[in-house]
């Protein structure tokens, strides 16, 4: 875990996060239609992963493959540093962290089965489409418990004597 004291961002390293994490998000919306992108989706079968790569045409899951590689992640990396610097600053200890890195290793995962699945396209492997729909609805689980955890954080932070920028 990444302990408070060496990981506490200046003010303008936390604004250089919030900044990336916007433009990641919508270069990631600009390359690909969200309605197709397994990775926004949750528990989704095989067979509607394999729909969503039909409907994306050969280009598409082209732009897809360079989506993953050349932004997702890059923006784990982003997301991953921010989330770790808002709990830290809610929490004052890392014991929340194992989140982001659930986070982040799910999604890293999900990432492989979703190459994989391209990349073997248009052969049918139900496994690789469970694999991927378990990867992607795992880092979708740890997102809720991070909001949960964020939101507990947020109102323990601003009902406690120790309020000092938060408000």
């Given at each position: 875990m990444l302990n408070n004291s060496n990981f506490l961002l200046k003010g303008s390293s936390t604004i250089l996060l919030v900044v990336l994490f916007i433009v990641f998000n919508s270069l990631m919306k600009q390359t690909m239609p969200p309605e197709l992108v397994l990775d926004l989706?949750?528990?989704?079968?095989?067979?509607?992963?394999y729909q969503s790569l039909q409907e994306m045409g050969e280009s598409r899951r082209s732009d897809y493959i360079t989506c993953l590689l050349i932004f997702?992640?890059?923006?784990m990396v982003i997301y991953s540093l921010l989330f770790i610097q808002l709990l830290n600053f809610l929490w004052k200890d890392n014991r929340f962290q194992i989140i982001c890195f659930g986070i982040l290793g799910f999604d890293l995962l999900e990432n492989v089965a979703?190459?994989?699945?391209?990349?073997?396209?248009?052969?049918?492997?139900?496994?690789?489409?469970?694999?991927?729909?378990?990867?992607?609805s795992a880092k979708w689980i740890c997102v809720g418990i991070l909001v949960l955890v964020v939101f507990v954080g947020a109102l323990k932070r601003l009902f406690s004597k120790d309020r000092r920028g938060i408000l």
């Amino acid at each position: 875990m990444l302990n408070n004291s060496n990981f506490l961002l200046k003010g303008s390293s936390t604004i250089l996060l919030v900044v990336l994490f916007i433009v990641f998000n919508s270069l990631m919306k600009q390359t690909m239609p969200p309605e197709l992108v397994l990775d926004l989706k949750f528990a989704y079968s095989a067979q509607e992963a394999y729909q969503s790569l039909q409907e994306m045409g050969e280009s598409r899951r082209s732009d897809y493959i360079t989506c993953l590689l050349i932004f997702d992640i890059p923006y784990m990396v982003i997301y991953s540093l921010l989330f770790i610097q808002l709990l830290n600053f809610l929490w004052k200890d890392n014991r929340f962290q194992i989140i982001c890195f659930g986070i982040l290793g799910f999604d890293l995962l999900e990432n492989v089965a979703v190459f994989i699945l391209v990349n073997i396209f248009p052969v049918y492997s139900p496994a690789f489409g469970f694999v991927a729909s378990f990867f992607t609805s795992a880092k979708w689980i740890c997102v809720g418990i991070l909001v949960l955890v964020v939101f507990v954080g947020a109102l323990k932070r601003l009902f406690s004597k120790d309020r000092r920028g938060i408000l």
